[in-house]
């Protein structure tokens, strides 16, 4: 499997982290492109230092115990997801359900695409 994480669209919820039953995401500091930028995201899903305003308009001011757009992870939230580990990905699929960005892309190998979809 690939996965990637589309970084403009993350909301650090770390949501991803915390359901993924085989450890394929970690939050990395926002402040740090070489580090966010390692999975096989395109070039139009890296980290270039700014979040998509759509998103930060939605989640800036929710107020649910996250520390939404923080720079670091303070191991609840904050940083930004990075899909390090893809090759683990067993499809569950509980990530795409939880990621509140609608950020998490999976590639199969028969390139069929799963992206998320935050209800």
Same mark, same amino acid.
């Given at each position: 499997?690939?996965?990637?994480?589309?970084?403009?669209?993350?909301?650090?919820? #770390?949501?991803?982290?915390?359901?993924? /039953?085989?450890?394929?995401?970690?939050?990395?500091?926002?402040?740090? /492109?070489?580090?966010?930028?390692?999975?096989?995201? /395109?070039?139009?899903?890296?980290?270039?230092?700014?979040?998509? /305003?759509?998103?930060?308009?939605?989640?800036?001011?929710?107020?649910?115990?996250?520390?939404?757009?923080?720079?670091?992870?303070?191991?609840?939230?904050?940083?930004?997801?990075?899909?390090?580990?893809?090759?683990?990905?067993?499809?569950? #699929?509980?990530?795409?359900? #939880?990621?509140?960005?609608?950020?998490?892309?999976?590639?199969?190998?028969?390139?069929?695409?799963?992206?998320?979809?935050?209800?």
């Amino acid at each position: 499997m690939k996965v990637y994480v589309d970084k403009p669209l993350c909301t650090g919820c #770390q949501h991803c982290k915390d359901v993924c /039953p085989v450890a394929v995401f970690e939050m990395k500091k926002r402040s740090a /492109p070489e580090e966010v930028n390692t999975d096989t995201a /395109p070039e139009s899903a890296q980290w270039k230092g700014q979040s998509d /305003p759509a998103v930060v308009e939605k989640w800036s001011k929710v107020e649910d115990g996250h520390k939404h757009f923080a720079d670091e992870n303070d191991g609840t939230s904050g940083g930004i997801s990075v899909g390090v580990n893809g090759e683990a990905c067993i499809l569950c #699929q509980a990530c795409l359900i #939880q990621c509140e960005g609608e950020c998490i892309h999976i590639i199969d190998d028969t390139n069929t695409e799963y992206k998320s979809i935050y209800a």
